[in-house]
Every structure is written in C-alpha cells, then in structure tokens.
Antibody, heavy 120, light 108 residues
Framework: EVQLVESGGGLVQPGGSLRLSCAASGFTFSSYEMGWVRQAPGKGLEWVSYITSSGDNKYYGDSVKGRFTISRDNAKNSLHLQMNSLRAEDTAVYYC?????????????WGQGTLVTVSS | SYELTQPPSVSVSPGQTASITCFGDKLGDKYACWYQQKPGQSPVLVIYEDTKRPSRIPERFSGSNSGNTATLTISGTQAMDEADYYCQAWDSSTSHVVFGGGTKLTVL
C-alpha cells in the first residue's frame, strides 16, 4: 500500500523559511516522479512543484518560482520542499503526491497534507 | 499561461447522470484527468488520460475529452459522490501542471 506522510508544516512569520518533508513507502520511490500541490483554506488546488524520478529536472509554479526548491533523496525515500521568503498567500495545506506513471504529470496517490500558516 | 475553466457548481438528483465540464484552449490535444475531493480529505484520482479509470474507482465514473472541453460523467449518481471535482492537465509548452477551479457537485 502506497503511503505518503508529510511533515514540517507550522506557523511562520512573513519572510521566513520552512522545509517540508514527505516520507514515501509501499512503492519503488526512485522510479516515480513526485510533486507538491497546495490548497489555501476554502480554495481550490494549486500546483506547486514537480521533480523527475532521478531528481535531475525540477519544475515550479509561477507563484513560487525563485522562492521554493524541490528535492528528493531516493536512498531515504523522501521528498522535500524548501520554502523561503514566505508570504501570507502561501498559507495552505501542502500535499505530497505521486505521479501516476512515468512522466504522466497526474497524481494517483496523495498524502494527508501538512498545514503551513504564514502570519505575524 | 494556460487556464482551465469549470462551473462552480452542479446539482443532480440521486440516480441521475451528472456532467461536469472543463474548458481549455485545445484541451483535446492534451490529456485531462479528474480528481474528487470530499471535505477534510485528500484528492482522489478518478479519471486519467481522458477516459481511463483507476481500478478502485466505480464504473459509474467516465470521462471524455475533445476540442476545447473535457467532461466528467457520473452515471447513477449516489449521495456518496457529493464532493468537489477538479480537472487537471499538463501544459507541455511550459511544463506546468494546471488545475481547474473546481466544481462542487451537490446530490439532492
């Protein structure tokens, strides 16, 4: 059974940093692309970032490009999102998600999400 | 940037067919997928590659995609299908994942 467990969320001041992690199990992590998707309170889904299985290629949504960095450790079956220069509009539940297939760019398994609140 | 447009809400009576649309420029040239999200839960993939259904998803869920519109169809809608539904596609020109704004399906 695929399991994705996010951690690292919390309350941070504007301009601050936070690092999210996602522990993966139940599948061959190193074979799948992974992504982060967020959802602001009461709002819809917004794509944040995507990383290829090897970690060689990384992609970002326009609203986070230059501030967020996605990475992965295939030896430890973990995905990370380093978030810098945080803004109030980054407040959201952040989901870790597994790509459905090889470069399918859709997500068939999701974590339970971790809440990030940016506020003074 | 590429955009996907969904109606904010759709209502359907139990046992009837619900159709939720997703509009995007030349969307039929891309693969569309659909997610179901119930309150307080994570999204669930219900349709991928326009028409394919994950094994755990009931047969009453189906999809189509042609021209500028992708459609999620739920036949014999049940109360348990009440949820928010999001379409999603990949814009190859920018390598961006794009979500529609979501549609709240009410079964009444």
């Amino acid at each position: 059974e695929v399991q994705l467990v996010e951690s690292g969320g919390g309350l941070v001041q504007p301009g601050g940093s936070l690092r999210l992690s996602c522990a993966a199990s139940g599948f061959t992590f190193s074979s799948y692309e992974m992504g982060w998707v967020r959802q602001a309170p009461g709002k819809g889904l917004e794509w944040v970032s995507y990383i290829t299985s090897s970690g060689d290629n990384k992609y970002y949504g326009d609203s986070v490009k230059g501030r967020f960095t996605i990475s992965r450790d295939n030896a430890k079956n973990s995905l990370h999102l380093q978030m810098n220069s945080l803004r109030a509009e980054d407040t959201a539940v952040y989901y870790c998600a597994k790509d459905h297939g090889v470069g399918a760019w859709d997500f068939d398994d999701w974590g339970q999400g971790t809440l990030v609140t940016v506020s003074s | 940037s590429y955009e996907l447009t969904q109606p904010p809400s759709v209502s359907v009576s139990p046992g009837q067919t619900a159709s939720i649309t997703c509009f995007g420029d030349k969307l039929g040239d891309k693969y569309a997928c659909w997610y179901q999200q119930k309150p307080g839960q994570s999204p669930v993939l219900v349709i991928y590659e326009d028409t394919k259904r994950p094994s755990r998803i009931p047969e009453r869920f189906s999809g189509s995609n042609s021209g500028n519109t992708a459609t999620l169809t739920i036949s014999g809608t049940q109360a348990m299908d009440e949820a928010d539904y999001y379409c999603q596609a990949w814009d190859s020109s920018t390598s961006h994942v794009v979500f529609g704004g979501g549609t709240k399906l009410t079964v009444l």
